[in-house]
């Protein structure tokens, strides 16, 4: 499997492979801004299938990414004799789940952030990804996947996950990337960046994850950004060099003013580690 | 196949169910371990642990098992820096432990005898009573290479390839036991959410409201509540005492977790043990003390009660009057620790020193006693069963007869 915009450990790779082959969940947790949720997106592309992103908050229900019946708008159109309303049917409305799972050439599904939801959620799924299909009650009829879509799970740890869920799915966790591993991200996302200045950035970013006491410390997703800040800004590497505390644009890297604090007491090191 | 490697893994307490291990079969079955060792430890992997922390514990039974397939895997003894272990060592040992490193002729000349056996050693070796390895007796097991600690990975002399991916060990900060960050501190701390509703209602209450409506004869009566929000009380007590310089850095991050994750903390100091004075964290200086028994008229029983402390203390401390260090004290701290749990039914001793080291001071185990066994230690697990324990109430043990 070749993906262009994500650069991959071997682990990681026959992680997806199996979860390919056997059809079954991949659960990918990691330190927030690791690219879990990217990853699947990239992984939609490389096998050319669409991407269905169910984004997972506090209040999401099982049943929302199975269907919803609008009962209101049935209500409604009763009142005002829409013919529409002799059929249930109308008024059921697909979630993300069902749509997968109709997709003619397969789908990938992206469960994201499952944790953030009621502990009950996955337990309340696990008949739906395990034999991939569920019934409607209001019209009594099941929806089977035409090809079990590929099914991306992140989590950030916030809650563990139920045993009977875990034991469904297979699992990833994708570590804070090293050095070169992250000069190959960073390459990945700005071809043709002055060497010079990635190595600075890096040197400079690895040195700050490395101060002491810091609340949040910065991650990849945050060093990128501050990349791209660094490339629209054109600040040389020469700059970079010579920054102290004080550096530009450290506001992309550090989220709070205890951090900024921490930071500019501790100094300013730098990691030069290959 | 592998029935011997997934009864270790379920004794090395990783736990791996039958369906898991089926699925791993099925998928060496169709190839997706491409016959080569290091695809086949990320399958397994990937098949078998479903959580992190017990990755570390996944590498050493995959090493037992199958390290010595493929070429022998190496680690350069002198590689090891002297001043890494030494810290290490400091750190670890108890002051007996530190007194044999000392009739053994010190550090230096414990290093060169250590380098000098990883020469020789030439396979992984458990137990016994020379080599290094895992659960031995040699003075090196004095120095805290501990089963869960460092681990010197196998040596082959004269065929030094790189590591093996399961003898680097990259995974042991995220085992359970091991001390972690802010972060983990807060995942652990949640634990302890409790929904209370209070403030302004604005929420819909169908329940209530149908009750109000059907006693007004029917007339609509809507009621509202406040939200449910997630608000624990807890008292926290710190101890700021000598002994417990070691311990800062992880203290640290614990209070700090403990200020983001519960809106109502109140943390206060101690030195070595609770007496009727206690100290604020913050505020003027002339007005930082309290006495502790306003204190516990002021936070009630709604409040979960911590402490943070290693309860490492000459006994005089917890037994006398007049025991403490600082100032003359006309109750004992034992008095005072019982007063505490009597008085909060929800309490929780926190220890930052490691457990194995409990039983080296009597006070430890008196602490231990007083808390109704309530005492865990500073590490992840720790906390969350600490959290556990703190959620639901227990009565005070009856008080000894003194």
Redesign the interface.
Not at chain 1, 166 to 173: D, G, I, N, Q
């Given at each position: 499997m070749e993906l262009r915009n994500y650069v991959t450990t071997?682990?990681l790779v026959?992680?997806v492979?199996?979860a390919v082959?056997?059809e079954?969940p991949?659960?990918v947790?990691g330190e927030p801004g690791t690219g879990k949720t990217v990853l699947a997106e990239e992984v939609a592309a490389s096998l050319g299938k669409p991407l269905f992103r169910w984004h997972v908050k506090s209040t999401t229900k099982a049943q929302h990414g199975l269907y919803e019946y609008d009962a209101v708008a049935r209500l409604r159109d009763s009142q005002l004799g829409d013919p529409r309303v002799s059929d249930v049917r109308n008024y059921i409305v697909k979630g993300r789940v069902w749509e997968a799972f109709e997709a003619p050439e397969g789908a990938v599904l992206l469960i994201d952030e499952i944790d953030k939801a009621d502990i009950e959620f996955p337990n309340d799924l696990l008949q739906e990804l395990d034999r991939m299909e569920f019934f409607v009650h209001e019209t009594r009829e099941w929806v089977r996947a035409k090809r079990r879509p590929l099914v991306f799970i992140t989590s950030n740890?916030?809650k563990e996950?139920p045993?009977a869920f875990?034991?469904?799915?297979?699992?990833?966790?994708i570590?804070f990337p090293d050095r070169e591993t992250m000069a190959r991200i960073v390459a990945v996302h700005f071809p043709g960046l002055q060497e010079a200045l990635l190595r600075e950035a890096l040197s400079l970013f690895y040195g700050l994850r490395d101060v002491?006491?810091l609340?949040k410390k910065p991650s990849t997703s945050e060093l990128l950004d501050w990349v791209k800040l660094l490339v629209h800004e054109g600040v040389p590497a020469e700059t970079l060099a010579r920054a102290d505390a004080q550096a530009p644009l450290l506001g992309a890297l550090l989220k709070n003013e205890q951090d900024t604090a921490t930071v500019r007491h501790a100094g300013l090191r730098r990691s030069r580690r290959a | 196949m592998f029935d011997r490697f997934f009864l270790s893994l379920r004794d090395a307490k990783v736990p791996v169910s039958l369906r898991e291990y089926l699925t791993l079969l099925e998928a060496v079955e169709r190839g997706c371990a491409d016959f080569d060792v290091e695809r086949f430890y990320e399958l397994a992997r990937t098949t078998l642990v479903k959580d992190e922390r017990h990755y570390d514990r996944f590498d050493r039974v995959f090493a037992a098992h199958f390290g010595n397939l493929g070429e022998g895997a190496g680690l350069d003894p002198s590689g090891v820096p002297a001043g890494w272990l030494e810290a290490l060592a400091r750190r670890v040992l108890s002051e007996e432990e530190k007194a044999l490193v000392k009739s053994l002729g010190g550090f230096e000349k414990l290093m060169e005898e250590l380098r000098k056996r990883l020469l020789e050693q030439k396979d992984v070796h458990r137990g016994g009573s020379k080599w290094i390895g895992t659960g031995g007796t040699s003075p090196f097991g004095a120095m805290g290479y501990h089963p869960e600690g460092v681990r010197i990975g196998p040596v082959s002399a004269g065929n030094r390839t790189a590591v093996k991916v399961w003898d680097r060990r990259e995974f042991r900060d995220y085992d359970d036991d091991a001390e972690v960050g802010v972060r983990t501190f807060q995942m652990a701390l949640r634990r302890l959410r409790r929904f209370t509703r209070e403030g302004r209602p604005d929420v819909f209450d169908v329940d209530g409201t149908i009750d109000a409506t059907a006693r007004n004869a029917g007339l609509l009566d809507a009621q509202f509540v406040p939200e449910r929000r997630n608000r624990p009380k807890v008292l926290l007590l710190l101890d700021v005492g000598g002994s417990m310089d070691d311990h800062v850095e992880t203290v640290t991050q614990l209070f700090s977790a403990a200020r983001a994750e519960f809106t109502r903390l109140v943390p206060f100091q101690f030195h070595n043990c609770v007496y009727e004075t206690l100290w604020r964290t913050s505020g003027p200086r002339e007005s930082r003390t309290a006495a502790t028994a306003e204190v516990l008229r002021t936070y009630g029983k709604d409040h979960g009660l911590v402490v943070v402390g290693d309860a490492a203390m000459s006994p005089y401390e917890l037994d006398a009057p007049g025991g403490a260090i600082h100032h003359w004290n006309d109750e004992t701290g034992a008095a005072w620790l019982e007063r505490l749990v009597a008085h909060y039914p929800r309490a929780a001793w926190i220890n930052p020193m490691p457990e194995a080291r409990w039983r080296a001071f009597e006070t430890v185990g008196r602490v231990k006693g007083i808390f109704g066994n309530r005492m865990f230690p500073l590490t992840v697990g720790g906390i969350e069963q600490a959290m556990r324990r703190l959620a639901r109430a227990t009565p005070a043990p009856p008080p000894r007869a003194a």
């Open positions: 071997p682990d026959t992680a492979q199996a082959a056997l079954r991949l659960l947790k740890n916030e996950l045993d875990l034991r469904r799915c297979f699992f990833h966790f570590r002491p006491g609340r | -």
